[in-house]
């Protein structure tokens, strides 16, 4: 079995495909890595909250606001995590393989959302659960 998981990778895929997605997704840590320290920024200077006042409502605001810049932060990471897995499953020559069943995962998947870890089949078995 170890075998057909090994060559359905390269048969799904070309190199200058894989390339080009490795590629994007380290465009997209790029970007996600500078909207993180923008965040990070923020929520330290205390720009997000800038021109409240006192009063309740304001303070409201500030903590809202404040939530919503570190949510955003952390929501960030999570995608720069899952972008290098994937980049790291494209150098280790295992992209494309469902980590649950380790069959293929459909090319057309891995377009959609190319930090796809298991198939369509073993996604929805993880998602009943």
């Not at 089949?121 to 009943?128: A, P, V």
Request: with cysteine; proline share 2%.
């Amino acid at each position: 079995m170890t075998a057909v998981t090994q060559t359905a990778t390269p048969s799904m895929w070309s190199e200058a495909e894989l390339a080009e997605v490795r590629a994007a997704l380290a465009q997209e840590v790029a970007e996600l890595n500078a909207d993180i320290h923008r965040h990070e920024s923020e929520i330290a200077s205390g720009d997000v909250t800038k021109g409240a006042g006192d009063d309740q409502a304001d303070a409201g605001a500030k903590t809202y606001e404040r939530e919503r810049e570190i949510a955003l932060t952390l929501n960030a990471r999570d995608l720069v995590a899952q972008n290098e897995r994937a980049i790291a499953r494209i150098d280790a020559g295992t992209y494309g393989v469902c980590e649950s069943c380790h069959k293929p995962i459909g090319k057309e998947r891995l377009q959609a959302f190319p930090r796809a870890t298991l198939c369509v089949t073993c996604k929805q078995r993880e998602e009943r659960r």
